[in-house]
């Protein structure tokens, strides 16, 4: 397991912007991908970006695709989470995961535990 430490989250008005960060604590993870969920009330959690530490390959939920970006900082061992342009379905619980490459998120993931982003209309 991999502690994971989310912060950044908030309330924001539509079309604004936010930065969540993901620090992982110990060593260095450079062969495990990277990845944010999210979870809305009465929904089941869903996947939102993942980005391959060793090669920089990054996937995003269609729904995201060209106002977030995964990014990281292998320095500091930290991934994030820019979001633009937030629309009111973008509120949710956002959870930071780690799994080593090769593996799947549901067997050999680890979660944090979580931060809320609320997008007002």
């Known amino acids: 397991q991999v502690p994971l430490v989310e912060s950044g989250g908030g309330l924001v008005q539509a079309g604004g912007s936010l930065r969540l960060s993901c620090a992982a604590s110990?060593?260095?993870?450079?062969?495990?991908?990277m990845g944010w969920f999210r979870q809305a009330p009465g929904k089941e959690r869903e996947f939102v970006a993942s980005i391959n530490r060793s090669g920089g390959s990054t996937w995003y939920l269609d729904s995201v695709k060209g106002r977030f970006t995964i990014s990281t900082d292998n320095a500091k061992n930290t991934v994030y989470l820019q979001m633009n342009s937030l629309k009111p379905e973008d509120t949710a619980v956002y959870y930071c995961a780690a799994r080593p490459q090769g593996s799947s998120w549901l067997n050999e993931g680890s979660w944090g535990q979580g931060t809320q982003v609320t997008v007002s209309s």
């Open positions: 110990g060593r260095t993870f450079s062969s495990y991908v």
